[in-house]
């Protein structure tokens, strides 16, 4: 029996199955079969399915009950082949891709939609992007052969197959949801915000704080307008260019406290407030949209629910159901560990080798002990503080660990040149131009952020920009962030396969920090499958190097908790 087989689901409710042979085209002829779901059910030996989506695919299986182990997403291939071959940008719908295959003019993509509350539904809609299954194994088979024909092809296939395993995660993430309490949601709220007013005004704690703003400028300020506080600071003889917290906060005016805890409490009201719960909470789990590779760098996101970027606070909400835990891990100091395994510098390898601070070990080889000095030179090469402070951190960097800071630098110089740049395993960060006048809009890139996570930004890949020095620096952390993303889809890969024989479930994952919803018994297992998984992605993506990749885990009761 075929290892492989692909299926192309018809707007009937049937679906077109073939198994394929090593050539990636169909072994046997093609059959129809009335029912996706039985039509999968009865190849529970099947190794791995070739599709053209998984939002097209999964969403619909997983709620008939049937897992598959791996998929091929021929649309997410597409992507990662275009970026690699320097075409990042053009359309990647298979569509487009069987049309430049023969020699065709090529359809745009589908315009990305907008996540609706509650709405579980594909990226792209599929109305008109279906082919036969002929078509799509055309397209796969000829991608098997972009894959050989690439400088490291098996770090490529690894990339992709570590793709479309994340994208399983995602699909399996949204039909489960983050445990969430309404009730604690709302008591929160309650603490922070005071009574809610009828006719959707602003809240009590929200009014009194608007009011000593006003009273401290001795006129009416609206304290969420940041033009009419620029101005009523102005008229008080202070000029200040926005209202955000560090340029405002060592000023001299007795507005600053109530402004800042207003700016503070209005994020919360507006981005995680009683509408945000009645829009996104249901049957006791929050279920954002989370798309896997939704960054350039290959940095998940979510569309729509403001999942990223969840406050502490409201973090409270995140409560396990009665029985179990949530299982909550943080990579420690991944960056610098990254950078010691793609880089091979010997030095800093041996530092993170250990599982200790590596941040004072550093310290203690390069900067007397001075930790905070340490973590900013580190953080400060890959992400390009190379004036001020930040030349003489990385000067010091670059005497003790010279391959290590050699290797940011090389990517820095071949962004500002234009040049294409690669994560270890083929990632491509595309040159200034490299999308021409689509955008990364266009190309299926949603942009929100993690909270805390240094943004994605220096210069938008897509547009050409007259900044190269940015594009460099945006290609030095590219290089690191990217290769960190690459490990994180096969830690999520090899947890999820753990979990699959467990109660647990995958239910949250962002940059660093993944959290597994679990029964109380089986948190031990999860958390040495977490440290287990982190090993052996660490072998797979970067080889044999001694470098680990700790994770600080916490099992809560709340998430809020955990840190």
């Not at 487009?96 to 993509?109: C, K």
């Not at 789990?285 to 798309?291: K, M």
């Amino acid at each position: 029996m075929a290892d492989r087989w692909a299926l192309a689901p018809a707007e009937d409710g049937g679906v077109e199955i073939a198994p394929l042979g090593p050539d990636g085209l169909p072994a046997a002829p093609v059959a129809w079969e009335p029912d996706l779901a039985e039509a999968v059910r009865r190849r529970p030996d099947v190794f791995r399915w070739v599709w053209r989506a998984t939002a097209e695919v999964y969403p619909r299986l997983l709620a008939t009950g049937v897992r598959v182990e791996r998929c091929y997403d021929i649309e997410d291939a597409e992507t990662l082949l275009l970026g690699h071959e320097g075409r990042y940008g053009e359309p990647r719908s298979a569509a487009a891709a069987l049309a430049r295959l023969r020699g065709r003019p090529v359809p745009p993509d589908p315009r990305q939609r907008s996540a609706e509350p509650g709405a579980q539904s594909p990226l792209f809609e599929p109305q008109g992007t279906r082919l036969p299954l002929t078509d799509l194994v055309e397209v796969y088979a000829e991608q098997q052969r972009r894959h050989d024909r690439s400088a490291h092809p098996d770090r490529l296939r690894l990339l992709t197959s570590a793709e479309s395993a994340g994208m399983l995660v995602a699909a399996e993430m949204n039909r489960a949801g983050l445990p969430w309490s309404a009730d604690v949601h709302r008591e929160v709220l309650r603490e922070l915000l005071g009574e809610r007013y009828t006719g959707g005004g602003e809240p009590r704690r929200l009014a009194e704080l608007a009011e000593e703003v006003s009273a401290a400028f001795g006129r009416r300020v609206r304290p969420d307008l940041p033009a009419d506080v620029v101005k009523a600071f102005a008229q008080a003889g202070i000029k200040v260019g926005s209202t955000r917290r560090w340029e405002i906060e060592s000023l001299d005016h007795p507005a600053v406290k109530p402004l800042i805890e207003y700016k503070k409490l209005y994020r919360i009201w507006v981005a995680h407030g009683w509408s945000w719960l009645q829009d996104w909470v249901r049957d006791g789990r929050f279920r954002p949209e989370f798309l896997a590779g939704g960054t350039v760098t290959g940095r998940w996101v979510t569309n729509g629910g403001g999942a990223l970027q969840i406050p502490k606070v409201i973090r409270r909400a995140v409560v396990a159901d009665p029985g179990w835990r949530l299982v909550v891990a943080d990579v420690d100091q991944m960056e610098p560990r990254v950078l010691a395994a793609i880089s091979r510098d010997p030095g800093l390898m041996e530092v993170a080798a250990r599982e200790d601070d590596l941040y004072q070990s550093v310290s203690d080889r390069a900067f007397s002990g001075d930790r905070a000095q340490a973590k900013l030179a580190v953080l400060g090469a890959v992400y390009g503080q190379t004036s001020g402070d930040g030349l003489k951190n990385l000067a010091a960097l670059r005497r003790r660990f010279p391959r290590a800071v050699a290797y940011v630098d090389d990517a820095a110089q071949a962004g500002q040149e234009g040049r294409l740049v690669r994560t270890w395993l083929g990632r491509t960060c595309p040159p200034a131009a490299g999308a021409g006048d689509e955008g990364a809009e266009e190309a299926g890139m949603p942009q929100e952020e993690p909270a805390g996570q240094p943004a994605e930004q220096g210069w938008t890949p897509g547009y050409a920009s007259t900044d190269a020095r940015a594009r460099g620096r945006f290609a030095r952390n590219f290089v690191v962030q990217g290769s960190a993303a690459d490990w994180a889809l096969l830690l999520l890969a090899a947890l999820r396969r753990t979990c699959a024989a467990l109660a647990a479930e995958l239910v949250f994952f962002q940059h660093d920090e993944v959290i597994v919803h679990c029964p109380a018994h089986e948190a031990d297992t999860v958390v040495a499958a977490i440290r287990e998984a982190a090993d052996l992605a660490g072998r797979l993506t970067f080889g044999d190097t001694p470098v680990r990749f700790p994770f600080t885990t916490a099992v809560v009761q709340c998430y809020a908790d955990a840190k």
